[in-house]
């Protein structure tokens, strides 16, 4: 399975690398400020 063009190992590595500078009890905080970002990213495109 690819996403973005990378594997499964290499995402794996990625969530091991976010966990570790964020901790596990930033990481809803974190996801929703992603979400929250992505929404009014999508809202701009599609306005444009």
């Given at each position: 399975?690819?996403?973005f063009?990378?594997?499964?190992?290499?995402?794996?590595?990625?969530?091991a690398?976010?966990?570790?500078?964020?901790?596990?009890?930033?990481?809803?905080?974190?996801?929703?400020?992603?979400?929250?970002?992505?929404?009014?990213?999508?809202?701009?495109?599609?306005?444009?």
């Amino acid at each position: 399975m690819r996403i973005f063009g990378m594997g499964v190992p290499e995402l794996a590595l990625i969530l091991a690398v976010v966990l570790l500078i964020f901790g596990p009890k930033n990481l809803p905080k974190l996801g929703g400020m992603l979400g929250r970002g992505v929404k009014k990213l999508r809202g701009r495109v599609e306005t444009d």
